[in-house]
């Protein structure tokens, strides 16, 4: 009998857009992609801050309240700490605790799932809600689905949902 090797599968659903949440996906899809996973990591609602292009708060989206939503949450460098944010200082001490330790920033995490060709898709739903296009995001987001697609693109593999 032969033996058809499988492909080793990660998928994560992003939902949060909080500093430590992120890292941890990024983390965990990195290191599956260096050891040969296949990784897809599914953004969808404040995860989508992640992969805006515009890493800051900004008013990103069409109509006032995606736009506020936008300036209220930022991106990728706007991420707070989901516990005990200290107005903001919290991912500032996070940064420079991982400098110290050598230990991947966040940034530096998301240009590693890049160049590790991690998968990115984005939420068509959330988008719609909160009132982003495609072209809000970099240029790494491989495609725009709805959840079916995204769970059949899944199948096989484990998933988890940060």
């Not at 857009?17 to 599914?42: M, P, S």
Request: with cysteine.
């Amino acid at each position: 009998m032969s033996e058809t090797k499988q492909t080793k599968k990660l998928s994560i659903i992003a939902f949060s857009g909080d500093f430590d949440k992120l890292t941890a996906v990024f983390t965990l899809g990195t290191g599956a992609a260096a050891v040969g996973y296949e990784v897809n990591i599914f953004f969808t609602f404040w995860g989508l801050d992640a992969i805006k292009k515009k890493l800051g708060r900004s008013p990103v989206g069409k109509g006032f309240l995606p736009k506020v939503f936008g300036i209220f949450m930022g991106g990728l460098k706007a991420a707070p700490v989901s516990r005990l944010n200290f107005g903001g200082v919290s991912p500032k001490i996070f940064r420079y605790l991982m400098r110290k330790n050598n230990v991947a920033t966040l940034e530096e995490l998301v240009e590693a799932a890049k160049q590790l060709g991690i998968n990115f898709y984005a939420c068509e739903m959330a988008m719609h809600v909160l009132g982003l296009s495609k072209d809000d995001f970099i240029p790494e987001v491989k495609d725009v689905l709805g959840v079916a697609s995204f769970l059949n693109l899944s199948e096989g593999g484990q998933t988890l949902f940060i």
